[in-house]
């Protein structure tokens, strides 16, 4: 949809783009084919779109033949779409993204991805709930702010990398595609965005393990210029984080800034052994 198209339809509808839901429209034809030929939508394929302001990426997406179901928040936006896109094959959620429950949406075992220029206000919230889903999509293809985006692409040492960087690389391969710049929205951000590709690893870790992760990486990066072993040793005891560092050759000083993500993996898997080693000698 060009941006005239996008503010007639605005006026008509008496909607002005809300800030606090991040609504900022692709108004750039050529980029909006870009995303959904690196999106590679196939007939009969499974799409999650959070976010479809006016069905600008749907549409092309249902168009390839693909099965999408949409969640949007806005009741006004999501009455225009069952008017014009619903009776076209979408499934149109009307609800939070930050608290839909993404494997009940195709069922269990039935595997779905993510395509979604995903709005400021919820994009970090729904990526890491999806970390964190029992059933993850196998790919995400979203667009996100710049800064949220080379957060989940940074690697040990860099600014950006922190909890969500570990989560995100330890379940998926994430590659940076393409920056966008405020010109191909409206209304214009005041920031730049970037288009990521997630892809689910061939060994996805368990939903135990991505659970524990979560929670390690939580407390390790919580104080960061801090050394990380005393977070960890607040839940987890002084002793058992001794021997663990000890076992992993984790230097005691280190901050969690300087760990890698495999050396989180290796730290959680270690915990988890722990726990199991506890529970069997309880029995």
Not at 45 to 58: H, N, S
Not at 73 to 95: A, T, Y
Not at 128 to 141: D, T, V
Not at 232 to 237: D, E, K, M, Y
């Amino acid at each position: 949809m060009k941006k005239s198209e996008l503010t007639a339809l605005l006026g008509a509808l008496g909607i002005d783009p809300s800030r606090k839901l991040g609504q900022n429209f692709l108004v750039d034809e050529n980029f909006l084919d870009w995303i959904v030929k690196e999106a590679g939508a196939a007939p009969g394929e499974k799409i999650v779109e959070v976010g479809p302001g006016f069905g600008a990426l749907t549409k092309r997406m249902l168009e390839c033949g693909a099965e999408v179901t949409a969640v949007e928040f806005d009741h006004r936006i999501c009455e225009w779409l069952r008017n014009v896109l619903v009776p076209k094959g979408l499934r149109l959620i009307e609800g939070d993204a930050c608290k839909v429950d993404f494997s009940e949406i195709y069922g269990a075992g039935v595997p779905f991805r993510l395509v979604s220029n995903l709005p400021y206000s919820a994009g970090t919230v729904v990526v890491a709930k999806l970390l964190e889903a029992e059933q993850p999509p196998e790919e995400m293809i979203i667009m996100l702010q710049k800064e949220v985006a080379m957060r989940l692409a940074s690697v040990e040492g860099e600014e950006e990398y922190g909890a969500l960087s570990v989560r995100a690389q330890a379940s998926f391969d994430v590659t940076p595609l393409r920056m966008v710049p405020p010109q191909l929205f409206h209304p214009k951000p005041e920031v730049d965005s970037c288009v990521l590709r997630m892809k689910k690893r061939a060994e996805m870790p368990s939903y135990e393990f991505r659970k524990l992760l979560s929670q390690v990486t939580r407390l390790g990066f919580s104080q960061r210029r801090k050394k990380m072993i005393k977070q960890l040793a607040s839940v987890f005891g002084r002793e058992t984080m001794d021997r663990a560092y000890r076992d992993l050759e984790i230097p005691e000083a280190i901050r969690a800034e300087r760990v890698s993500v495999e050396k989180f993996q290796q730290l959680t898997e270690w915990l988890l052994r722990e726990k199991a080693s506890l529970s069997q000698s309880r029995k």
